[in-house]
């Protein structure tokens, strides 16, 4: 129950297409979902978050879809740019709002 | 406003050594949590701190073992080094509130490898 599962593990778009990346989650006591993003040799840095109760938030060109009823939840980045290659982190925090339990990632490179 | 620092940034140990990582807070946060990373996984939850008490574990043998410092900063300690603790060690600080919304705020890591 404590699982986030995250896929695909990676990713290949061309620059101005649409990156999707999804999760799925089996624990309804996770209250906030974010997604982080991380460069090598840096540590993960929060591109954006989502709470159950919204269905879609979007921040420039990142979008979170949330589908509570599914336990579902994606990332779409719109004109996706080769400064956006990185891999990206599927989040949900703890009910106890201690930790979050990462998804295992997705690497994904933007072609130019 | 400084971000989260973490020393050292590589280190090298054998087995069954101790060892001991350290990390300053963000300026203004007041909750320290430590992550492990494997290669090619997501970030693990070890432990978080908060008030100088550990406020949460993840599923991590009592050889990892944790402080916090008045002034927010952390230690990590590993003892009896196993070569699966072989990872990147993520720090994140963050600002506790009532309402629970507690934005994570990582550090570059400290890149651990057992021998």
């Known amino acids: 129950q404590q699982q986030v599962k995250q896929s695909p593990q990676s990713l290949i778009v061309q620059k101005g297409g649409i990156s999707i990346i999804n999760c799925a989650y089996e624990?309804?006591?996770?209250?906030?979902f974010p997604w982080y993003q991380q460069f090598p040799g840096k540590g993960p840095a929060l591109l954006i978050a989502?709470?159950?109760?919204?269905s879609e938030k979007k921040e420039g060109r990142f979008t979170i879809s949330f589908n509570k009823s599914a336990k579902q939840f994606s990332l779409h980045i719109m004109d996706s740019q080769p400064g956006d290659s990185a891999t990206y982190f599927c989040a949900a925090r703890n009910q106890a709002g201690t930790a979050l339990i990462f998804g295992k990632g997705t690497t994904l490179s933007v072609s130019s | 406003e400084t971000g989260v620092t973490q020393s050292p940034t590589h280190l090298i140990k054998t087995r069954g050594q101790q060892v001991t990582l350290r990390c300053s807070s963000q300026s203004g946060h007041n909750t320290v949590s430590w992550y492990q990373q494997a290669l090619g996984q997501g970030p693990q939850f070890i432990f978080q701190y908060y008030r100088e008490e550990e406020n949460g574990r993840g599923n991590f043998p009592p050889r990892f073992s944790g402080l916090q410092f008045p002034n927010y900063s952390s230690e990590l300690n590993v003892n009896a080094l196993e070569l699966d603790d072989s990872a990147l060690y993520l720090c994140a600080s963050s600002l506790a509130r009532a309402s629970g919304a507690n934005v994570l705020t990582f550090g570059a890591g400290s890149r651990l490898t057992v021998l």
């Open positions: 989502i709470r159950p109760d919204v």
């Open positions: 624990n309804t006591a996770f209250d906030y």
